[in-house]
């Protein structure tokens, strides 16, 4: 229950200032909690040990660090870990860990469920339950860095729900990460379903993040029989935003692109790419392996390599995304809270 204390999570660098102020205590001691929190990962003020015990007693009584709860966790074969966790304000969402080589990368969730009902992906079978508290997106990161001990160095968006659909959250989150725990913003990595207006106003933020458009399609009725939402938004809309998006930050964005047997995987599916990328438009492209959904149609295409040369032909940057912790249900579009 979060009761009527303050949530410590979501206090400023400012607000700690005034909080130790209106206990007429020195300004410095504001740092020092700061520190704790963030630096050191420590939370509970009786652990504060340079923190004075008055001011231990004041945030215990009047602040308050609601945890997220670990209810269950697995790890895969390829080393790949899913946290099932309980938020603070109810529901429950996964976290991914993911090690490669010397990158270890955290795929964190925005909302609990999601709206969008894409057909390939396990978590639009869930439908919305609620949209998460900015830190309580930002905690996914905390409690795998401190309570788990696990090493971090990139963020995605790109576990449960729609990021752009939480948007003051997710900003907040970023915001988080990058000024309280340190992250640079070039390995933080928002992934949408593309929204025009808030891809808009991302594109009006000073902060760094990278950007990640799942297109899957660039022929308008396939990446509508695919994404529900593209009946309302169309792809020259999307383009236009993202043309923008690139041309005031200066920078590309990334397509992504699930290769999907007899769906998308043909040549007349890499044309239509390489014309949905024109200038001020600048993207590479990463094909993702398809992650089977046990009760969903869709198979992984096999013509991965083919079509990524198809790309490449086009002069197009195209990665390949390999497959990550799918024995435990951990890789993209998997998430469903099955264990
Ligand atoms: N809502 C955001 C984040 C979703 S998950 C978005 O749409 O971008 C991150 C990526 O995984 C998206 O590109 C999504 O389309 C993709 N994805 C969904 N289901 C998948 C599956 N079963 N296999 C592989 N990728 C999948």
């Known amino acids: 229950m979060v009761g009527v204390k303050a949530i410590g999570w979501t206090f400023s660098p400012r607000e700690w200032e005034r909080w130790v102020e209106e206990k007429r205590e020195s300004l410095y001691r504001a740092r020092q909690i700061w520190h704790w929190i963030w630096k050191k990962g420590v939370y509970n003020p009786a652990q504060m040990s340079d923190v ?68 390939f992906c396990a978590t639009g079978q869930l439908g919305l339950e609620r949209q998460l508290k900015g830190y309580e997106i930002l905690l996914q990161v905390y409690a795998v860095k401190h309570l788990l001990g696990l090493p971090i160095t990139n963020v995605v968006f790109m576990g449960m729900g729609e990021p752009l659909l939480n948007y003051s959250a997710v900003i907040e989150a970023v915001e988080g990460l990058t000024q309280r725990m340190g992250f640079s913003g070039k390995r933080l990595t928002i992934s949408t379903v593309g929204i025009p207006k808030a891809i808009q106003r991302l594109a009006e933020r000073s902060e760094p993040f990278e950007l990640a458009f799942s297109l899957h399609s660039a022929i308008p009725e396939k990446r509508r029989a695919l994404i529900p939402l593209a009946a309302h938004i169309s792809l020259e809309e999307l383009q236009t935003a993202l043309g923008l998006y690139c041309e005031k930050r200066n920078e590309w964005i990334t397509l992504e692109y699930v290769l999907l047997e007899d769906i998308n995987d043909q040549e007349a599916d890499a044309e239509a790419l390489r014309e949905f990328i024109k200038p001020p438009l600048r993207a590479k492209v990463n094909l993702i392996e398809y992650n089977p959904v046990p009760e969903l149609p869709f198979r992984g295409s096999r013509r991965i390599k083919d079509f990524q040369q198809a790309l490449l032909k086009r002069r197009i940057i195209t990665t390949i995304r390999r497959s990550r912790g799918a024995d435990i249900a951990a890789a993209c579009g998997q998430l469903s809270r099955r264990f």
């Open 52 to 119: 004075p015990l008055s001011i231990r007693t004041a945030l215990d009584s009047e602040v308050f660090f609601p945890m997220l709860e670990l209810v269950r966790s697995q790890e895969s074969r390829d080393g790949t870990r899913k946290f099932l966790w309980a938020l603070p304000e109810g529901g429950k969402v996964e976290t991914v860990w993911i090690p490669h080589q010397n990158r270890y990368t955290v795929c964190i969730s925005s909302q609990v469920g999601c709206s969008l009902n894409c057909r």
